[in-house]
Nanobody, 128 residues
Framework: VQLQASGGGLVQAGGSLRLSCAAS????????MGWFRQAPGKEREFVAA????????YYADSVKGRFTISKDNAKNTGYLQMNILKVEDTAVYFC??????????????????????WGQGTQVTVSS
């Protein structure tokens, strides 16, 4: 099983980036997906999650209204569209997968240990 995150880079504040998470070796449509991030010197934090079917999403308050999570089960790929980026969004972003038979609640999806598989991370740097 592999989750490959990509799409990070350097962008100015106010700009946009779209992260991708390509999954292989697992039935992607059967998994919920989440995005987390870790800034230097800080703990990894929840960003967003999406139900396996794609019909329900959750967001951290800090990104609500600016970020959009989605998944294309036909392409085995998840996405995180990030708009109106802020300097404080600078972090390494990780995608993760949680079995679709497990609970899909804000509490569960916001907890790192709820996830079975993790991608390697992609760096997002927002300059002022």
């Amino acid at each position: 099983v592999q989750l490959q995150a990509s799409g990070g880079g350097l962008v100015q504040a106010g700009g946009s980036l779209r992260l991708s998470c390509a999954a292989s070796g697992l039935p992607f449509s059967s998994y919920h997906m989440g995005w987390f991030r870790q800034a230097p010197g800080k703990e990894r934090e929840f960003v967003a999650a999406i139900r396996r079917s794609g019909d329900t999403t959750y967001y951290a308050d800090s990104v609500k209204g600016r970020f959009t999570i989605s998944k294309d089960n036909a392409k085995n790929t998840g996405y995180l569209q990030m708009n109106i980026l802020k300097v404080e969004d600078t972090a390494v972003y990780f995608c993760a997968a949680r079995p679709g038979g497990a609970l899909f609640t804000p509490q569960a999806m916001g907890f790192e240990r709820s996830y079975t598989y993790w991608g390697q991370g992609t760096q997002v740097t927002v300059s002022s």
